[in-house]
């Protein structure tokens, strides 16, 4: 099970791009990382995911660097409505039995 | 990805009582896993259900004080039993469809008085 480290958490200002970065050494060769977004009451859910080098929607980006080791969320232009706590996992894909193992998260404030 | 159904959506529950969360997916899957979300904290994984065996729990969480049933694809329930304040969480329940990881209940917020 692979383990994840992230700031605990972060400040930033409306309009400002936020970068959140995950270090994850010990990541399989099969593993995926998947990036979750938690409101307060609210399950997380899904933001972004990928295997290597960049991948972009239209919410966030997600920088995968070649050793894998890492990988870095990047939202651009904050608004007060991206406050959350934001989670950084590694895993299989589309196993349907794979146990998550979540780390603590960096919780996002957006400041007016 | 799945749709989950989880009820209740909150609880206030006298301690040494128990309860039953309700979990209904809209799809058939394989497992199903609840995870405790103590206040301010991440989420803890307590259990991992599949349809027609015994649940299998991780450390620190026991089928007596969590018991879990799994009657089919779509459905689980989860029971707090005896409860004490520090039960007082949200419990959340999630699956695994498609190629996106997780997809996670509302949650339920159990506070124990």
């Known amino acids: 099970l692979a383990k994840t480290t992230q700031p605990i958490s972060m400040d930033s200002y409306e309009g400002q791009e936020v970068n959140i970065t995950c270090s994850h050494n010990n990541i399989a060769t099969n593993d995926y990382i998947t990036w979750y977004q938690q409101f307060p009451s609210q399950g997380p859910r899904f933001i972004i995911q990928g295997y290597k080098t960049k991948v972009t929607n239209e919410v966030a980006s997600l920088f995968i660097p070649a050793d894998r080791k890492s990988s870095t969320l990047s939202l651009p232009r904050v608004s007060l409505s991206d406050t959350a706590v934001y989670y950084c996992?590694?895993?299989?894909?589309?196993?349907?039995?794979?146990?998550?193992?979540f780390g603590t998260g960096t919780r996002l404030k957006v400041l007016a | 990805s799945a749709v989950i159904s989880q009820k209740p959506s909150r609880d206030i529950c006298q301690r040494g009582t128990s309860l039953t969360i309700q979990c209904q997916v809209d799809s058939q899957v394989t497992m199903m896993f609840w995870y405790r979300q103590q206040p301010g904290q991440s989420l803890t994984l307590i259990a991992t259900a599949n349809q027609g065996s015994e649940a299998t729990y991780e450390s620190g969480f026991v089928i007596d004080k969590f018991p879990i049933s799994r009657p089919n694809l779509t459905f689980s329930t989860l029971t707090v039993s005896n409860m004490s304040p520090e039960d007082s969480s949200i419990y959340l329940c999630s699956v695994t469809t498609g190629p996106y990881g997780y997809t996670f209940g509302s949650g339920t917020r159990l506070t124990v008085v």
């Open positions: 996992l590694v895993g299989p894909l589309d196993s349907g039995t794979y146990k998550y193992i």
